[in-house]
């Protein structure tokens, strides 16, 4: 897969390996190969995909005698939730020490480090808010769980603009930093 293709392809790609394991449990790799190549993708492209689906535990690898059986990975939703959960956690604590140490390290950065820090970890924390708002959707989406979280959050991020402002580089880093929030940003639809 070359890496400007399409992110849609490579999402039918998975859907359609998937769908053959789904439909066709008792096929080993060779009999599920021959489904799928070169009727929908090439061999490469093939074991890519399957590498990939295996990597993000959608589905695993059964071994019998010398045949490799495919699977799709039982409680899937519940395991997602579990890892999201997990990384979602762990990517806010870790936030939180970095931009801890923000105040003095920022100053000493030249100004392009200091705009791919400042990205990075405005990107970061919408990420890790996107987290949160899905375990609170998954949990229970008539109540936000995780109100505590999405105020740090918050407040991180206005220590990061407020590291910016008072940044001797402010007037080229602000500019930079809001335009490539700009993409991050829902757009105005009476814009068009």
Avoid: C, W
Avoid at 8 to 32: F, G, Q, S, V, W
Avoid at 185 to 190: D, G, H, L
């Amino acid at each position: 897969m070359s890496h400007s293709e399409p992110t849609l392809m490579m999402y039918e790609r998975e859907r359609i390996i998937l769908e053959h394991i789904k439909d066709n449990p008792e096929l080993h790799h060779n009999a599920l190969l021959k489904l799928v190549v070169p009727k929908f993708m090439a061999k490469t492209t093939f074991e890519k995909t399957r590498d990939s689906l295996i990597e993000k535990e959608i589905i695993f690898v059964n071994s019998e005698k010398n045949m490799k059986f495919y699977h799709v990975t039982e409680n899937y939703a519940h395991k997602t939730a579990q890892h999201i959960e997990q990384t979602t956690n762990n990517s806010f604590h870790d936030l939180k020490i970095q931009i801890k140490r923000l105040e003095t390290d920022f100053p000493h950065k030249d100004v392009d480090e200091k705009i791919h820090t400042a990205n990075s970890l405005l990107r970061r924390l919408l990420q890790t808010d996107n987290g949160f708002t899905i375990l609170d959707s998954i949990k229970n989406p008539k109540k936000t769980l995780y109100r505590d979280e999405h105020l740090t959050i918050q407040q991180l991020i206005f220590q990061v603009y407020e590291v910016i402002q008072n940044d001797k580089d402010s007037e080229l880093l602000l500019p930079t930093i809001v335009s490539f929030l700009g993409v991050t940003v829902p757009k105005n639809s009476s814009d068009k």
